[in-house]
């Protein structure tokens, strides 16, 4: 979290204790700081070439079939894209790259 907007947090609190600033007011800065927290720890979705996914598949022991299970796809998709004939769409390239940063595992409930 930046420096600003910890230092807005902190104004709003004291303000809160003043009984300037409502606490619904305070919550609503607490998320929008925590949001923002968030959205700088997601990593950037990086593209994958059809070589890098079957790459991927293979470093982990998947199947086509078992791949697409995990991404909720057709296993038809999941060839398409090894033969670099489609491209997978932004949700599935986020979970392509969760699978190379974390593993199969992250997958399981």
């Keep these: 979290m930046s ?50 996914i079957k790459a991927l598949r293979v470093r982990f ?6 791949l697409a299970h995990m991404l909720g796809m057709s296993k038809e998709s999941v060839s398409k894209w090894e033969r670099n004939e489609i491209k997978p769409s932004g949700p599935a390239l986020r979970i392509l790259n969760t699978l190379a940063a974390k593993g199969p595992e992250v997958f399981a409930l």
Aim: net charge negative.
């Design 3 to 52: 420096t600003k907007l910890n230092n807005m947090l902190a104004h709003a609190r004291e303000l809160q204790a003043l009984g300037v600033m409502s606490d619904a007011d305070v919550t609503e800065i607490e998320n929008l700081v925590t949001a923002r927290a968030m959205a700088e720890r997601i990593a950037q979705v990086k593209a994958m070439s059809g070589e890098e």
């Design 61 to 66: 022991g998947l199947s086509q079939t078992l």
